[in-house]
């Protein structure tokens, strides 16, 4: 009698008037289906945190090299990886900090300004009159937008359960778009000047500051979004019992009856009232450290892609223009939007997040490994068989974020999304600013060895891409990866 007692007192819930956390939770008990309004705008929120880091992938071979700073032709990828670098710089010094600020005063306010944050520095980036405000401007973008911790933990928090897997699908299908896309707008947008003439004038302000124009479009739309999130709801629960554990729940049900389930709850997957304590999460840490590496091939993959692409023949290249690299991203990005929102969340479902992330990392390897014999191919067949590729490459990327993403936010309570995914965020941009440097430095250094007899020129640049990807699916497998018990 006295346990249905408990279970009853457990199972009403207790709302307080003037906490926003317990309004959404009402908001989510009157919940039927999907509901598509917070799903858009969550997307519209992490594509504009998305949109500014790979926007100058398509230009940044040309921009470097109008900014006189190399010496050479080979060298020019070397520059270009530093500035793709200090934005990931940036973010991994402040990560923690914007995760602290989201569970102390709200996701809200870190969120807008992070939006903010790309209104003004994306803008000024586009602005550059040298090498130096380049990286300047692109760090400072990066260090004032802790946007993405925070919306994973909101995402988490603004759906009912049985929907954040397509929440957190939603974020790294926009993250992965945004990705595509932005360099899509920047393959088309950059030197607007000699590609639109009859448009843009030399003497314009687009013609003295070629790039500039994609960093303007998407930092309008960034202001649209700021704009509409003074509407957006706040979960963060204020109030008082909230400082010390997650609000009742279904789950504190669950966590009373442990004779239930036949599992006694252990300290550190319940009470973890610290940031300090959440490093003996193995959960969560394990998900993090396999979120880094993949992160780090991603990064190094995507400044590679464009500067392989754009790099003359002679050096193993493609010679495409930005436009053309811009196309093939369009294409990527539309093709990973349907399978994201249609068939990932089916197949996460059926297999779970773990082995989606492991057959994902298996299937890029030999894939990765064909793209030094695509650049054999032209006309028609190597533009097929590159857009294929280059959609197979991202649809598989994304899912293994997708399923990491999903692993980390069941990993904690709510009350620690927000430190929890500052974590993340901090060491996923300290290997993600290696990831461009890196990539940079080894794709000219594998561009002056045409001629070696062990992989010469870009099959070396791949077969680095695919140690680090097995190195991730390696770390895919127990003991090392863990999913926290439920």
């Keep these: 009698m006295a346990n249905g007692e408990l279970q009853e007192k457990l199972l009403k819930k207790h709302y307080y008037e003037k906490c926003p956390g317990c309004k959404v939770d009402e908001m989510k008990e009157r919940q039927r289906g999907v509901p598509l309004k917070q799903l858009f705008t969550i997307w519209s929120i992490v594509l504009c945190g998305a949109l500014p880091i790979s926007s100058l992938f398509p230009f940044l071979y040309f921009m470097v090299r109008d900014f ?12 270009a990886g530093y500035i793709g670098a200090a934005y990931m710089l940036g973010r991994t010094l402040t990560s923690m900090f914007w995760g602290l600020v989201a569970d102390r005063y709200g996701r809200k306010p870190v969120i807008l300004i992070g939006v903010i944050t790309v209104v003004v520095f994306n803008t ?11 990286i300047s401007t692109r760090f400072l973008l990066g260090a004032l937008n802790g946007l993405l911790g925070p919306i994973k933990a909101y995402a988490s928090e603004i759906f009912r359960p049985e929907y954040h897997a397509v929440a957190l699908s939603s974020i790294s299908t926009s993250w992965a778009i945004g990705l595509i896309v932005g360099p899509a707008l920047g393959g088309f947008l950059a030197q607007p000047a000699e590609k639109y003439p009859a ?22 739309f960034a202001l649209i979004v700021a704009v509409s999130l003074f509407w957006l709801p706040e979960t963060l629960h204020t109030h008082p019992s909230a400082i010390i ?9 669950e966590d009373a009856r442990p004779e239930s389930t036949g599992k006694t709850k252990r300290k ?7 940031g300090k304590s959440l490093f003996k999460n193995w959960p969560l840490m394990s998900s993090i450290i396999v979120y ?21 023949r002679k050096f193993g290249g493609l010679s495409y223009t930005t436009q053309n690299v811009g196309v093939i991203l369009a294409i990527s990005g539309f093709g990973l939007l349907v399978f994201q929102l249609s068939l990932y969340p089916l197949v996460e479902k059926m297999i779970g997040p773990i082995m989606v992330a492991r057959i994902s990392g298996v299937l890029s ?11 054999m191919l032209s006309g028609v067949s190597l533009s097929i068989v590159l857009n294929c590729a280059s959609l197979l490459k991202n649809v598989l990327s994304t899912s293994i974020i997708t399923g990491l993403f999903i692993l980390q936010n069941s990993a904690v309570e709510q009350h620690q999304r927000g ?3 500052g974590i993340a965020m901090t060491a996923m941009s300290l290997f993600k600013s290696v990831g461009p440097a890196a990539g940079g430095a080894v794709l000219s250094w594998a561009q002056k060895r045409q001629n070696a007899a062990f992989l010469p020129g870009v099959q070396l640049v791949f077969f680095i891409l695919n140690i680090i990807e097995a190195i991730g699916v390696l770390m895919t497998f127990r003991p090392f990866l863990v999913e926290r018990c439920q």
């Design 68 to 79: 006189h700073i190399a010496k050479r032709e080979e060298d020019i990828n070397f520059y």
């Design 124 to 134: 000024l980036f586009g602005l550059s009159m040298n090498y130096w405000m380049a």
């Design 199 to 220: 448009i843009f004038s030399p003497t314009s302000i687009f013609g003295r500051f070629p790039y500039f124009l994609p960093c303007l479009f998407i930092s309008v």
């Design 245 to 253: 554990s997650p609000p009742d729940s279904y789950n504190a049900l």
């Design 268 to 274: 550190d997957e319940t009470e973890m009232p610290s």
């Design 292 to 312: 880094c590496i993949f992160s780090l091939h991603d990064m190094a993959y995507s400044e590679i892609f464009s500067l392989w692409a754009e790099s003359p």
């Design 365 to 375: 390897i030999p894939l990765l490994t064909s793209y030094s014999y695509i650049a």
């Design 419 to 421: 430190v929890a995914n």
